[in-house]
């Protein structure tokens, strides 16, 4: 049986949703005025669709590619960069913008793809950094001569970077969830892996069930996530 890592206090762990991006403006899917009540998941999210209607799986998401080319970091992703003044920190991200990147955050795993990417609809190895206020258009190929298709996890493929990111947890000595309500499987999954004695927080506006030793908020990111990174800062415990 392995044995777990001491924990690490000067290590933090983000974990966030789509509610961070809301707030810069970004439509999410799952909330009631989102993306899913505009366009079927099976027409859009599978590799089903892209086999039957690659233009229009394309035009969806290149549409989404240049929402988050025009979008800007908010206070939230700004401030989760800032802990890295005094923590180690990762994120990890189910969201397919790079606004923690922009913000600042210098080690961020998405799990879920990332918009600015562009990869072979046929090896997935062949991954390329997309001018993000350009399409991917019929016909853009990969070295290999195969189609390019966006760079998202869909419905039925596997979750990037799933075990690097449940690794992360294990040595954290706190762990910040926000704005997401843990309802996407398996990417919530990786949570199971936060320590019982590391110090958890969730901010969110919605969310089921709130997880086992989780301090729970609700709220706005952008207001609550300054605050909490200033206590962490300044070596408080979150009140």
């Keep these: 049986m392995s044995v777990k890592p001491e924990i690490n206090p000067n290590k933090i762990v983000v974990f966030t949703g789509a509610g961070i991006s809301a707030e810069s403006g970004l439509q999410t899917f799952r909330d009631s005025n989102g993306?899913?009540?505009?366009?079927?998941v099976a027409d859009v999210a599978t590799p089903e669709a892209w086999e039957a209607n690659p233009q229009f799986v394309l035009d969806?998401?290149?549409?989404?590619?240049?929402?988050?080319?025009?979008?800007?970091?908010?206070?939230?992703?700004?401030?989760?960069?800032?802990?890295?003044?005094?923590?180690?920190?990762?994120?990890?991200?189910?969201?397919?913008?790079?606004?923690?990147?922009?913000?600042?955050?210098?080690?961020v795993i998405h799990v879920h793809g990332l918009l600015k990417n562009a990869r072979s609809s046929v090896n997935d190895a062949l991954l390329y950094l997309y001018d993000q206020g350009k399409p991917i258009q019929m016909g853009d190929l990969c070295e290999e001569g195969s189609q390019l298709r966006p760079d998202i996890v869909w419905f039925g493929e596997q979750i990037h970077h799933y075990e690097t990111a449940r690794k992360q947890l294990v040595a954290a000595g706190k762990v910040l969830v926000v704005g997401t309500s843990l309802s996407?499987?398996?990417?919530?999954?990786?949570l199971k892996k936060a320590r019982y004695n590391a110090?958890?927080?969730?901010?969110?506006k919605q969310?089921?069930?709130?997880?086992?030793?989780?301090?729970?908020?609700r709220g706005n990111a952008s207001s609550?996530?300054?605050?909490?990174?200033?206590?962490?800062?300044?070596?408080?415990?979150?009140?």
């Design 184 to 190: 996407v499987f398996p990417a919530a999954d990786i």
């Design 60 to 107: 969806f998401y290149n549409t989404r590619r240049k929402e988050a080319f025009e979008a800007s970091p908010n206070p939230a992703h700004y401030a989760v960069a800032k802990l890295e003044e005094k923590y180690e920190v990762v994120v990890i991200t189910q969201n397919v913008d790079d606004l923690h990147e922009r913000a600042g955050s210098s080690k």
């Design 207 to 217: 969310i089921d069930k709130r997880p086992a030793g989780f301090k729970l908020l």
């Design 199 to 204: 110090e958890k927080i969730i901010v969110t």
């Design 35 to 40: 993306l899913w009540n505009n366009v079927d």
């Design 224 to 239: 609550l996530i300054p605050s909490i990174v200033d206590d962490w800062l300044h070596g408080r415990s979150v009140s």
